[in-house]
């Protein structure tokens, strides 16, 4: 049984005292309920609907991620914030406990619907849910975005390229009337603003000049302002792995004329040299930008250097034709051969032969046959047997004329072959200064393009 006390104490305490106290809400949660209670995110904050919705926007260039020349898009990261002036959400501080400051969601409130008119695609961006509001009214939305915007790409002079890549911001549906755009900070200091760039990437910023401009269409004015990014590209990266490698194998190939044009390497390295540079372009395919509008001038380089390898080795075969033109076929057997399978095989030899019949040759000229001249000596044959070796004779001497012939004819050649390669080595040394002369103009031509493009 309860004791008297506990039961007279019941009695005459109150129940409200007895229940726990509910707890007290802050500030901040207080706040909130009153700004929020009676808001309709689908009206413009404006207590006089005459008056438009400024809203001032920033923007910073962080980085520049991919700029693809095929797609003619760019992917930029950028820090973007707007800010516009909500008439509905004004509040004292002194009444919530000096609160100046409070951040709410985005969707509970109205967000201005500007976009960027350039966008092609959606970036992998952060999602920012909360905008910052202060007592007066004042809302701030700061947030990252990476843009996946349009650009028209001009790759010709690449990797010695810029280019100017516009970031339009606009108010999707509502005229100037209703929501008007300025810019937060003034047009030169944005343009001049690249402490937050990432400036160790491919990409050089220049600077990022702006400009506000309204757009009429259907009886109304749009607001716009234009930031144009111009980025300058760094050749070093291509220059090194692209083009000196180029101009290496076109440096080799200038030095392989000095090979003689009749040992028949020449032809066989620059074959070879045509085909290194067949494999190295084709290895670098991925390596320079893809246009279906406009071929780089760079790809217009390999082609011409491949062009000039191909007339190089086209201008050694011509050379090489040119040697071989005036020699004929190599005979099966020469003269002096023949001679000696004919007589080496008598009962005396080819020198006793020739000699003997020599000087039976002597006495036959005595009385008025052929002319030889040799010095007296004792006359071993007879006039019989003289008489029988005429017709031999005569033989040997139409042999001994034939191989004069034959050598005189060979040492004529011989002196016509050396004349014959001493014009091909001059036909050679003229196609040669042709060549440089065209591989010089060419070169030149390229620089001056180059030059005359990035000093724009």
């Known amino acids: 049984m309860f004791p008297v006390q506990w039961l007279f104490l019941l009695l005459t305490v109150p129940l409200a005292e007895l229940a726990p106290e509910k707890p007290r809400r802050s500030a901040l949660n207080q706040l909130t309920r009153m700004l929020l209670r009676k808001y309709d995110c689908g009206v413009r904050p404006v207590l006089n609907w005459t008056h438009p ?22 992917t930029t990261s950028i820090w973007y914030r707007q800010i516009w002036k909500d008439e509905f959400l004004v509040w004292d501080p002194e009444e919530f406990e000096g609160v100046t400051e409070i ?16 966008f092609v695609d959606v970036g992998r961006s952060p999602v920012i849910p909360y905008v910052y509001v202060n007592s007066s009214g004042t809302v701030r939305n700061y947030k990252p975005i990476q843009a996946v915007s349009a650009c028209d790409l001009q790759i010709y002079a690449f990797p010695f390229d810029k280019q100017n890549c516009t970031l339009t911001f606009r108010s999707w549906l509502h005229s100037v009337t209703e929501v008007d755009l300025a810019l937060l900070r003034s047009a030169e200091e944005i343009a001049n603003d690249k402490r ?99 071929t780089p001038l760079i790809g217009m380089f390999f082609v011409v250097c491949m062009a000039l390898l191909v007339l190089s080795l086209a201008k050694s075969i011509l050379v090489v034709k040119l040697l071989h033109h005036s020699e004929r076929e190599v005979k099966e057997m020469s ?42 000596e004792t006359d071993f044959v007879s006039l019989s047997e003289a008489q029988e070796s005429v017709p031999q004779l005569e033989r040997v001497l139409q042999e001994v004329i034939s191989l004069k012939l034959n050598l005189q004819e060979e040492e004529n050649d011989s002196t016509a072959q050396a004349d014959w390669l001493a014009l091909c080595n001059k036909v050679d040394k003229v196609l040669f200064r042709t060549y440089l002369l065209i591989l010089l103009v060419y070169c030149s031509t390229l620089l001056l393009l180059w030059a005359s493009w990035s000093s724009v």
């Open 196 to 294: 937050e760039f990432m400036n160790d990437g491919e990409w050089e910023l220049l600077s990022v000049p702006s400009h506000y401009w309204q757009l009429h269409m259907d009886n109304r004015d749009y607001a716009h302002i234009q930031f144009s990014m111009l980025i300058r590209r760094r050749p070093l990266l291509y220059v090194v792995g692209v083009l000196i490698p180029s101009m290496f194998l076109m440096v080799v190939d200038i030095i392989s004329f000095y090979l003689p044009p009749n040992s028949g390497t020449r032809i066989t390295f620059k074959t070879s040299i045509l085909l290194g540079y067949t494999v190295f372009r084709v290895n670098l395919m991925d390596e320079l930008p893809a246009t279906a509008v406009k």
């Open 53 to 74: 919705t400024v809203v001032h926007i920033d923007l910073i260039i962080q980085s520049v991620l991919d700029v693809d020349g095929q797609t003619q898009k760019v």
């Open 335 to 376: 003269i002096s051969a023949c001679l000696l399978d004919k007589y080496g095989s008598s009962s005396q030899s080819f020198n006793e032969s020739l000699f003997t019949s020599l000087r039976t040759l002597e006495d036959v000229d005595q009385s008025g046959g052929y002319e030889f001249d040799f010095s007296p």
């Open 103 to 118: 951040s709410l969601s985005s969707d509970a409130i109205w967000v201005p619907d500007v976009i960027i008119s350039e």
